[in-house]
């Protein structure tokens, strides 16, 4: 890979990952709900399993919806039915020093497996391998994971300082609901391009 090549890969990587979407939503509701330390394992999640994500598709899932057409609008269907589940959750997450809070953060396993029904991952993935890695060598593929990785983690991370931020300000209960409930109309948002695509 050239550094032009290179360079570009990065500031996609970087406008991609920064910019909304589902995974940068939830993690600023956690961050807002949850604090840090127990938002690190979803932050970790989002960036390991995304660059996970990218090496299947490169070594060759994305031929399966070329030749399974079916295939694609179930992982539709799928990350549809997921992601309302979600924004239900989060809309429905208490502070968390209730005495009975009804939500907990994401796990490390949670978020990289959301990685393979976040519409936005997979549109990212696909692009990035397409325009960056079009030829088929494998070293490509693992350039464009690590390269992602590496921009991915502290991307996401300013969301999860942002909920932190935020915190304080929602720390009175009706705030908090109101927030909450904003990020779940958000995340539904995002669905839109899935939903006219």
Same mark, same amino acid.
């Given at each position: 890979?050239?550094?032009?090549?290179?360079?570009?890969?990065?500031?996609?990587?970087?406008?991609?990952?920064?910019?909304?979407?589902?995974?940068?939503?939830?993690?600023?509701?956690s961050?807002?709900?949850?604090?840090?330390?127990?938002?690190l394992?979803?932050?970790?999640?989002?960036?390991?399993?995304?660059?996970?994500?990218?090496?299947?598709?490169?070594?060759?899932?994305?031929?399966?919806?070329?030749?399974?057409?079916?295939?694609?609008?179930?992982?539709?269907?799928?990350?549809?039915?997921?992601?309302l589940?979600?924004?239900?959750?989060?809309?429905?997450?208490?502070?968390?020093? /209730?005495?009975?809070?009804?939500?907990?953060?994401?796990?490390?396993? /949670?978020?990289?497996a959301? /990685?393979?029904?976040?519409?936005?991952?997979?549109?990212?993935?696909?692009?990035?391998?397409?325009?960056?890695?079009?030829?088929?060598?494998?070293?490509?593929?693992?350039?464009?994971?690590?390269?992602?990785?590496?921009?991915?983690?502290?991307?996401?991370?300013?969301?999860?300082?942002?909920?932190?931020?935020?915190?304080?300000?929602?720390?009175?209960?009706?705030r @908090?609901?109101?927030?909450?409930?904003?990020?779940?109309? @958000?995340?539904?948002?995002?669905?839109?391009?899935?939903?006219?695509?």
């Amino acid at each position: 890979m050239t550094t032009d090549l290179l360079a570009a890969l990065i500031v996609f990587a970087f406008v991609s990952s920064i910019t909304p979407g589902p995974n940068n939503l939830m993690l600023m509701a956690s961050g807002a709900n949850f604090g840090l330390r127990r938002t690190l394992p979803h932050v970790a999640g989002v960036g390991l399993g995304f660059v996970f994500l990218t090496l299947v598709i490169g070594a060759g899932l994305s031929s399966l919806f070329e030749g399974f057409p079916a295939s694609y609008a179930a992982l539709k269907a799928v990350s549809v039915v997921y992601m309302l589940w979600l924004a239900w959750k989060i809309a429905h997450a208490a502070a968390p020093d /209730q005495p009975e809070p009804t939500g907990r953060p994401f796990t490390f396993l /949670q978020a990289a497996a959301f /990685q393979w029904v976040n519409p936005k991952a997979w549109a990212m993935a696909l692009t990035a391998l397409a325009v960056y890695a079009p030829s088929d060598s494998f070293s490509a593929v693992a350039v464009v994971a690590l390269v992602f990785g590496a921009v991915n983690l502290p991307s996401v991370g300013v969301w999860v300082l942002l909920g932190l931020k935020l915190r304080r300000l929602l720390s009175n209960p009706r705030r @908090l609901r109101v927030f909450n409930v904003t990020m779940a109309l @958000l995340l539904v948002a995002s669905l839109a391009p899935i939903l006219v695509g």
